[in-house]
């Protein structure tokens, strides 16, 4: 590992409030869910929540905690997916994470809930997998590995921007995290899947935005961490300048060759920087599509 001083130069994407619907039966449930398997399914159902915005905006009075999102599901299939979750946090410790938060995260949130049915064979294995538009959702280890990486134990995330919604998978960990999470896409058919797939979460610590996550959200900033999942040959100016004094970025950097970066804001204009092990990211792109 190298530390190098650096002033660096990265793409991103509210979750929406959805309908308000009454539950049936049966008796209400914690877990996750998402809004393409309700559509596919008619044994999901809500509990009535009240309505999030639907896109940045600061935060309310007092200090938000961070998430547990809540639905109902069955039983049945709580029980279904409860041991490959385990497990699949069991094999992330394994191979080195060690945050307690993190893991416990992992095992919250279902990862089949964001992938197509036709890979749900995989959902649990360390892999990355296709989410459509050439774009991916990350392995578990890495989404696990960064977040850890963000975190400082000797103060709580509190606002927290990622780059690169996706599908929202590791926007939904995040939460589970930090006590406000920002997530920008610049892709809008995935800023509009990750909508969908949250939407019934309720997770109120969490909001999408659509834009060029190059660009950052400077009328949110500053932010305790950063979370770049694309790679770009440097880290955008704009979001060094968005990071709180003493708040961490971390990124995947390179081209052929990627390693994952923390840079740490210690100054108005000074930023230290750490490059940990190799990773593999699609490419950091500027503008929307």
């Known amino acids: 590992m190298s530390e190098k001083r650096s002033n660096f130069p990265l793409p991103l994407s509210s979750v929406t409030g959805g309908g308000v619907r009454k539950p049936a039966a049966p008796a209400p449930v914690a877990t996750p869910q998402t809004a393409t398997q309700n559509a596919r399914t008619s044994q999901v159902q809500t509990r009535q929540v009240p309505a999030t915005g639907t896109g940045p ?19 049945s299939e709580l ?7 385990r497990a699949m946090a069991a094999r992330v410790a394994r191979e080195g994470v060690k945050d307690a938060q993190v893991l416990s995260a992992l095992e919250i949130m279902p990862r089949h809930m964001f ?3 036709a890979l749900s064979s995989q959902a649990y294995a360390d892999v990355s997998l296709p989410i459509g538009h050439n774009q991916t959702i990350s392995q578990p280890y890495i989404v696990a590995r960064m977040i850890e990486l963000l975190k400082d134990a000797r103060q709580p995330l509190r606002r ?7 599908c929202g998978y590791q926007a939904a960990v995040l939460s589970c995290v930090a006590q406000e999470v920002y997530s920008i896409e610049r892709i809008k058919p995935l800023h ?3 909508k969908a797939n949250l939407r019934p979460l309720r997770i109120p610590n969490l909001r999408l935005q659509y834009g060029d996550g190059m660009l950052g959200l400077p009328q949110v900033a500053p932010f305790d961490g950063i979370i770049l999942a694309a790679a770009g040959l440097e880290v955008p100016r704009a979001l060094l300048e968005q990071l709180a004094i003493g708040a961490r970025l971390v990124a995947p950097v390179g081209a052929q060759v990627q390693h994952l970066q923390r840079i740490t804001r210690t100054g108005k204009s000074e930023w230290t920087s750490e490059t940990l092990e190799t990773c593999h990211f699609v490419p950091l792109r ?4």
Not at 79 to 84: G, L, V, Y
């Open 115 to 117: 992938i197509e049915p």
């Open 79 to 85: 029980a279904a997916t409860e041991a490959p979750r």
């Open 57 to 75: 905006r600061p935060p309310a009075a007092g200090t938000p905690q961070p998430a547990q999102p809540q639905q109902t599901m069955q039983r």
């Open 286 to 289: 500027p503008g929307i599509v």
């Open 160 to 166: 927290v921007l990622e780059i690169g919604t996706g």
């Open 192 to 194: 509009e899947l990750a």
